[in-house]
């Protein structure tokens, strides 16, 4: 036990000594946060059950019930490909489709995920201001064909908060799912973020998710500050009806379950899971209005989440890249995407902005 403690020491030390920059990439750059940690080094006591058959994963999905007040089915998988591919191929037959905003994850960042687990449902990409559906695109493109030819609209999928930062109000996911009702639609929601989008709007999950309309919800828990790991939650229990099945045959069972489980326990006690997507939001926030209050470099969204999309003057990108920052400029509409994870420090944003500032003096 003490030679345990001592390696411990000496990786935080190794750990600190190498002063890793944190950087603006993406969330998921962020490491575990210390509630998941802690329990995941618990679920190592001793020997468990495998397959999901042991107190953690049952620990686990119980909290998650707990949190969304009511009586939902739980499922853990590895990542959000998976979580929402086989969410969505559970919704649909191979001659559906699924509505989609042009930005969602599942269409741009899912390699064909969906439509390969789904055996063939086509999406169907629809575009909308802030990376947000409507109602009215949704009936737009549900209608636009319905004759035999083409793949019949089953499920609309929603991404909460969305790829670009933004959040659905709970009216405008009532809207969404009230229109997917009328055409016969399910509503799946991409809550890869789903976290920041609690702490965001300060409301209880179930307003964000079932009592929206929302029939399943990939929970993200990676980017959330778990090690690895998404929970796909159904609130109507009847589609998932063989899941167990599909994830077992996607190679989404982890034998050595308890470990994917048990860090959602640390993270869900005490509202630490909404503690850390609160700071990640007031730390993109911070950032927004920091960078707002110098330039006049346009913000290309509302900063409703934990990203900040700002269109960088190309002098600027190439100055800070050179100072060694990390960020993306592929995603959504152009612009620079800054992420702030659970972990962001406000000295790293003054540091940016500190590069920000000397790029800025030293311009003719
Ligand atoms: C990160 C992310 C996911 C999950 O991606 P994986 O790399 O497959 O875990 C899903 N949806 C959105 C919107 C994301 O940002």
């Known amino acids: 036990m003490k030679s345990a403690t001592a390696e411990g020491d000496r990786l935080d030390a190794a750990a600190a000594s190498r002063e890793e920059r944190q950087q603006f990439g993406s969330d998921n750059y962020a490491g575990i946060c210390p509630e998941a940690l802690q329990a995941l080094l618990a679920a190592n006591g001793g020997h468990a059950r495998s397959y999901g058959d042991d107190e ?11 949190v969304f007040e009511t009586d939902c089915d739980v499922y853990f998988v590895f990542n959000g490909t998976a979580a929402n591919s086989l969410a969505l191929a559970s919704l649909c037959q191979s001659y559906h489709s699924v509505v989609c905003h042009t930005l969602a994850h599942a269409e741009t960042d899912e390699c064909g995920a969906p439509e390969f687990f789904s055996n063939g449902a086509k999406l169907l990409p629809v575009a909308g201001d802030n990376g947000k559906l409507t109602p009215a695109a949704i ?5 636009r064909r319905t004759d035999i030819h083409y793949p019949k609209a089953k499920v609309v999928t929603l991404t909460q908060a969305s790829e670009v930062g933004t959040v659905y109000s709970p009216d405008e996911l009532r809207a ?8 016969g639609l399910r509503v799946h929601m991409d809550g890869a973020r789903f976290a920041n989008a609690v702490a965001s709007l300060q409301l209880a999950p179930a307003e964000l998710s079932w009592r929206a309309g929302v029939d399943v919800l990939c929970f993200g828990g990676t980017k959330m500050g778990l090690p690895v790991g998404e929970a796909v939650i159904f609130f109507d229990r009847e589609l998932a009806q ?3 099945y599909r994830c077992k045959q996607a190679g989404q069972l982890a034998s050595k379950m308890r470990f994917l489980a048990a860090p959602w326990v640390g993270i869900l006690e005490n509202g630490h899971w909404r503690r850390h997507a609160d700071h990640a939001n007031n730390m993109a ?3 927004a209005s920091e960078l707002a209050r110098r330039t006049d470099w346009p913000l290309l969204f509302p900063v409703q989440a934990n990203a900040v999309f700002v269109q960088l003057p190309a002098d600027i990108e190439a100055g800070l890249r050179a100072h060694g920052w990390l960020f993306y400029t592929f995603i959504g509409a152009g612009g620079a995407r800054l992420m702030c994870g659970w972990d962001m420090r406000p000295a790293t944003i003054d540091l940016f902005l500190r590069d920000v500032d ?6 003719p």
Not at 56 to 66: K, Q
Not at 139 to 143: M, Y
Not at 176 to 182: C, E
Request: charged letters at 40%; hydrophobic letters at 40%; proline letters at 0%.
């Open 139 to 143: 009936e737009e493109v549900v209608t």
């Open 56 to 66: 953690w994963t049952r620990r686990a999905a119980d909290r998650l019930r707990d």
């Open 358 to 363: 000397a790029l800025l003096d030293r311009r």
């Open 176 to 183: 969404i799912s009230a229109t997917a009702r009328q055409y």
């Open 242 to 244: 063989d899941f167990a």
């Open 285 to 287: 926030r911070y950032l």
